[in-house]
């Protein structure tokens, strides 16, 4: 390393030390300087410093994925990809949300549908364009190896696909950063509803269930609720029976009126 270089990286260094101070630290938001609390997540920073989330937020915990940030840092050419919900602010960081990112979306009948690759390619063919880069599996915040679900979706291994991805929470992070263009969440949900509707055994009780709501097994108390008040179904819902969080599987409630149990 030079010694220009070397200057330049302790001078960079020191100015983040520097700016430290007071447990706040600079961030830039679309280009504009602003001074947060070191602690806070990027989502609560956006807050912090003035701006009304109206889009790119949601459950605030990782789950819904509808706060997409793209990032870096002053002297790295690399671009970071995070949830803003989860991702916490570093000293002069360059913020920039995507909660929303344009990508191809097929429109299909998963009933007509036949759980193999062939589908899976008729409908995103751009799948055939991934060159094995691993920048996909490197931008997901959930930690998922979505280049081997993808792979497994080319080969036909719609189970294999659907399981891999079963985590993703289509923030969209890995198809913003795809060189090849591929849109690698919408492939996901596909495998992932495919295998739902055609390669999953049938839940027995649930089919159950469904003849009974189809025969009016349920028509009474549904009837009996849609007729409440407000404070009627505030009542109902507070005085509830809750299942403990420590039950076992032979838990059941005192009130057997509408338990199915055959």
């Known amino acids: 390393m030079s010694e220009k270089a070397v200057k330049i990286k302790r001078t960079t260094r020191g100015s983040e030390t520097k700016n430290e101070t007071n447990g706040k630290v600079p961030i830039f938001i679309m280009g504009k300087k602003y001074n947060v609390p070191a602690s806070l997540t990027v989502q609560k920073a ?26 870096r840092f002053p002297n790295s050419y690399r671009i970071e990809v995070g949830l803003a919900c ?40 751009e799948i055939f364009k991934c060159v094995g880069c691993g920048t996909c599996t490197r931008s997901c915040p959930m930690d998922i190896d979505v280049m081997e679900y993808i792979a497994r979706a080319i080969r036909g291994d719609i189970a294999g696909a659907a399981e891999l991805s079963f985590d993703c929470i289509m923030c969209g992070l890995c198809t913003a950063r795809c060189p090849a263009e591929e849109v690698q969440y919408n492939i996901a949900i596909l495998t992932r509803r495919l295998y739902g509707r055609h390669i999953a055994p049938r839940a027995k009780h649930v089919e159950k269930v469904v003849k009974y709501i189809e025969e009016g097994r349920f028509k009474k108390i549904m009837d009996k609720i849609k007729k409440m008040s407000l404070e009627e179904l505030k009542e109902a819902y507070n005085n509830r029976e809750i299942e403990p969080d420590m039950a076992d599987e032979f838990w059941e409630p005192k009130d057997k009126t509408y338990l199915v149990t055959d």
């Open 86 to 125: 989860q991702t916490v602010v570093k000293p002069n960081m360059y913020i920039a949300q995507i909660p929303f990112f344009p990508a191809n979306k097929a429109i299909y009948n998963i009933e007509e549908l036949e759980p193999t690759g062939s589908t899976v390619a008729a409908l995103y063919p």
């Open 46 to 71: 956006l807050e912090y410093a003035g701006y009304q989330l109206i889009r790119g937020c949601g459950c605030r915990g990782g789950i819904c994925g509808a706060c997409g940030t793209v990032y």
